[in-house]
Every structure is written in C-alpha cells, then in structure tokens.
C-alpha cells in the first residue's frame, strides 16, 4: 500500500496520464487524424510536470499556511493559464482560431490534472 500522500498522488497520477493519452492517441489513430499533432506530447508533459510541482509545493506548505492555501491553489491556476498562453496559444491560433483537436490535446490533460489536484489537496486538507 502507498503510505507517503506524495507517493500516492504522483502513482495515481501518472497512471492515469498515461492512460488517458493511450486513449487520445487510440482515438486520434482509429479515427485516422495525425497522431503527434497539435503538440499533444508537450500538452500532456506540461500539465502533469505542473501539477506534481504544484501538489508538492502546496503540500509542503499546507502545515504552515492552512488558512490560505485556497489562495495559493487559484494563484496555482493563474500559473498554468499564463503557462497555456505563452507555451501553446500562440501555436494554437497561429490559423486564426483554435480547432477542437487542439482545444482537445490541451484541455484533456488539464482537467485530468485539475481533477487530481483538487481531489487531492481537498483529502489532505479535510485530514489536518
């Protein structure tokens, strides 16, 4: 069993990345759409890098700074967004509009991330 809550999270995580970009890719080949497009690579890596270093810099300080670590979660979020723009927008809108497989390739890993860093840092916090 994972004792450590880091541990846990980084496994469960990761597990669950994984699975979900065999899944996209699974559906980009079955339905014949390029597989490496969209920088779905790089997608994928950003928000799960992100989020591990999110989650262990908000767990370290969860003793010290309880009362405001809701603060530091949507200070988090801010990050990530200016993250998206200068990493991925402009590549995205470089056709004028961002399509939905590219909408898609970043916004997959982010709520996947999302969901894990919320669901996550809410169980640590209830337990202190």
């Not at 591990?52 to 405001?68: D, G, P, T």
């Not at 996947?112 to 169980?123: A, Q, V």
Request: a positive charge; aromatic letters at 20%.
């Amino acid at each position: 069993m994972l004792k450590h809550p880091i541990i846990s999270f980084l496994s469960r995580l990761i597990l669950a990345i994984l699975f979900a970009l065999g899944v996209h890719l699974f559906l980009l080949k079955k339905t014949a759409l390029p597989l490496f497009a969209d920088k779905i690579l790089e997608a994928y890596s950003v928000n799960t890098i992100l989020t591990i270093a999110i989650v262990f810099f908000l767990y370290r300080l969860k003793e010290k700074y309880s009362n405001q670590i809701g603060f530091l979660f949507l200070g988090s979020s801010f990050i990530k967004f200016a993250v998206f723009f200068i990493v991925f927008h402009g590549a995205y809108k470089a056709n004028g509009s961002i399509e939905t497989l590219e909408f898609l390739a970043f916004f997959t890993p982010y709520s996947i991330c999302l969901i894990f860093e919320t669901f996550f840092l809410s169980k640590w916090l209830n337990e202190m």
